[in-house]
Structures are given as C-alpha cells and as structure tokens.
C-alpha cells in the first residue's frame, strides 16, 4: 500500500474550522483515500473515504486534489470531542490482507 | 450496545502465562481482524479471519493464535506471554464492500483491550 505524509500535530480553536492535510504522492489509480481517527482511551474510529470527487458526511468533508497527490479533511465546527489523533489511509483494490496501514497520524488539539 | 465488544478491558498477567483476549460483534460482519497498537505508534495487524474457516497471519502474528469460533466470535490467545507483548489490542470487522473491492470496505473497532505483561 502507498504511504501517506501527515503533520505530527496541529490546534485549533472550539467552533473554527480545522483543515487537516495529507500527502500521498505516491497514490495509484485505485487507491481509495480514507480518514480514521483516534480518540483517547478508544478504538479507531472510520471517519470519511474517496476516490477522486469531493465527498461530505455528517462527520467531516473530504477534499481531494485534482492529481490525487493531496487531501484535506475538513472539520467544519472544532469540537472538543475531536481532539483526536487522526489517520489517513490509502487502501486499493488488491489492498494487503483487506488491512489499514497506520502511519502516527495527526494529533489534533482543541482549544476551549 | 456497542457493536464490537472486548474483553477483558484490562489485564495485568505475568510472563509465561497463556492469555486469551476475546472479541464479539453484533454488526453480522464475516471479516474480524487483530491489531495491536504501541505507545506513539499506529496499529499493527496480528491476523485477520475473512470468515469462519478462513484465518490468516498478519505481520506480527509470531507467539499469538486465535480461534474463531462463529462468525461473531474472534479470540485472540497469547500461549506465553512477555513483557514485549505489552501493548494495547483492537479487534475489528469488516463487511466486503459490493463494489470497489478492497478499496472501499470500512473496519470498525471495539474499545480495545490494555494488557500488560510483568
């Protein structure tokens, strides 16, 4: 699987928006994009996933480039219930074993 | 409830002590899967299972096996333990994805299990 770049950590302020960064420029064709995060004292949690458009849920939004060498995930409204490390995975159509890759992911912290 | 349940959620054992962690999920997936995850690091996979007769070793799968007993059922079992398996374990699942392979599919987690080997 193709290896993504994250920052190590990145703040932000309760109810600002957070634009979380990822590199993969090393990404193939079908490569899927996922987000997963961490909150402390818990399990991995799935957060969003694409391919090449756009794509929004209730959790987040995810921003893709248009050469698929970068994506964002977009956390409209910081929450203090999103500190959390957060994780973005490449996973392809003959993804190894069906597993995720976790790199350190991004630290986030909110600021109250 | 939650959907993917472990237990036990903490453990303190000593070395040479055979362990057993267990993992059962409601959500009606085939696909269970193993990780452990190290302070500061991401997780790494032990063994995955795509159905009831189907399990497979992951990249550290060395001094652990596993049983799925259903398809509901994972457990994973630490025939002797040692302080270098103490770690935090997540059990996962996962359904196939119709479409896009395994691309698309999405796992999800249970709480996770500390365990520390003395």
């Known amino acids: 699987d193709a290896k993504t770049t994250q920052p190590n950590s990145m703040e932000s302020n309760e109810e600002e928006p957070v634009h979380l960064p990822c590199n993969h420029s090393?990404?193939?064709?079908?490569?899927?994009i996922h987000w997963y995060r961490q909150l402390p004292s818990q399990g991995p949690e799935y957060v969003i996933h694409?391919?090449?458009s756009n794509v929004n849920n209730r959790m987040a939004s995810l921003a893709i480039a248009e050469d698929r060498k970068s994506s964002t995930l977009i956390l409209h409204r910081a929450t203090l219930r999103d500190a959390a490390v957060y994780y973005c995975?490449?996973?392809?159509?003959?993804?190894?074993?069906?597993?995720?890759?976790f790199g350190r992911g991004t630290q986030l912290t909110v600021w109250p | 409830d939650a959907d993917v349940t472990q237990t036990p959620r903490n453990r303190i054992t000593k070395t040479g002590k055979r362990i057993m962690l267990e993992c059962s999920q409601t959500?009606?997936?085939?696909?269970m899967y193993w990780y452990r995850q190290d302070p500061g690091l991401g997780l790494r996979l032990i063994y995955y299972?795509?159905?009831?007769?189907?399990?497979n070793k992951g990249e550290i799968s060395d001094g652990y096996s596993v049983s799925r007993q259903a398809q509901a059922k994972f457990s994973l079992s630490l025939e002797s333990a040692i302080p270098n398996q103490t770690a935090l374990y997540f059990c996962?699942?996962?359904?196939?994805?119709?479409?896009?392979?395994?691309?698309?599919?999405?796992?999800?987690f249970g709480p996770g299990t500390r365990l520390t080997v003395l």
């Open positions: 996962a699942t996962s359904v196939r994805a119709p479409t896009g392979g395994r691309g698309t599919d999405t796992q999800y």
């Open positions: 090393t990404i193939s064709g079908t490569d899927y």
């Open positions: 694409g391919l090449t």
């Open positions: 995975i490449l996973k392809g159509r003959g993804s190894t074993l069906g597993r995720l890759y």
């Open positions: 959500k009606g997936h085939d696909r």
């Open positions: 299972s795509f159905d009831v007769k189907d399990i």
